[in-house]
Nanobody, 123 residues
Framework: QVQLVESGGGLVQAGGSLRLSCAAS???????MAWFRQAPGQEREFVAV???????FYVDSVKGRFTISRDNAKNTVYLQMNNLKPEDTAVYYC??????????????????WGQGTQVTVSS
């Protein structure tokens, strides 16, 4: 069973940047990998996804500010977050899709999750 471990969260002022990392204990190159986030009292929402090597999709609210990438040699996925806003405050989770070579955008279709990393953006 592959395990995912996120890191890189923290407290940052509005307009600042953070880079999240998600390290996998096994190979993930054939899988769609995604970042989701969950703010207090809200449902977990899709943020970004990377399909195979470099096809990416983003939720509208982060387009132009966030970049998802992956290093398959390191089994690691990244989320570069620039120009952060207070509304980006949430616990961020990385996840692996339930099967190779499929693409989903809803949390229920992902079966492997990290423990989450807190991102707090102050105004």
């Amino acid at each position: 069973q592959v395990q995912l471990v996120e890191s890189g969260g923290g407290l940052v002022q509005a307009g600042g940047s953070l880079r999240l990392s998600c390290a996998a204990s096994g190979r993930t190159s054939a899988y769609t990998m995604a970042w989701f986030r969950q703010a207090p009292g809200q449902e977990r929402e899709f943020v970004a996804v990377i399909i195979l090597r470099d096809s990416t999709f983003y939720v509208d609210s982060v387009k132009g500010r966030f970049t998802i990438s992956r290093d398959n040699a390191k089994n690691t996925v990244y989320l570069q977050m620039n120009n952060l806003k207070p509304e980006d405050t949430a616990v961020y989770y990385c996840a692996r899709d339930r099967a190779p070579l499929v693409v989903h955008f809803t949390p229920g279709e992902y079966d492997t999750w990290g423990q989450g990393t807190q991102v707090t953006v102050s105004s």
